[in-house]
């Protein structure tokens, strides 16, 4: 498995911006496809953006497009997710994962997670 630990959380107004970052050790990082979820208290983990293992290929949930980009830099073993133009109902904790070759948007298909980092929206 991969270890992953999430960094850039924190409070922010709406509008606003913030950029994960998601250090990757343990394994041989551009074999692995990234994803992004959120999951707030009471609801199922949600698909957020996914990155193929060369970072040519980028999906995104609906909710965010337009406003979030991940991106990924396999020389330094981390996957961003820039969150531009922030809205309260984005306010969750937010989890990168590892998945071996395949990219997904399924969260279930990910066996590596990080421990998340928390963003909060204010209105």
């Known amino acids: 498995q991969v270890q992953l630990v999430e960094s850039g959380g924190g409070l922010v107004q709406a509008g606003g911006s913030l950029r994960l970052s998601c250090a990757a050790s343990?394994?041989?990082?551009?074999?692995?496809?990234m994803g992004w979820f959120r999951q707030t208290p009471g609801k199922e983990r949600e698909f957020v953006a996914a990155?193929?293992?060369?970072?040519?290929?980028?999906y995104y949930a609906d909710t965010v497009k337009g406003r979030f980009t991940i991106s990924r830099d396999n020389a330094k073993n981390t996957v961003y997710l820039q969150m531009n133009s922030l809205k309260p109902e984005d306010t969750a904790d937010y989890y990168c994962?590892?998945?071996?070759?395949?990219?997904?948007?399924?969260?279930?298909?990910?066996?590596?997670w990080g421990q998340g980092t928390q963003v909060t929206v204010s209105s």
């Open positions: 990155i193929s293992r060369s970072g040519g290929s980028t």
């Open positions: 994962a590892a998945n071996f070759w395949i990219v997904s948007s399924n969260a279930p298909s990910y066996d590596s």
């Open positions: 343990g394994r041989t990082f551009s074999n692995y496809a």
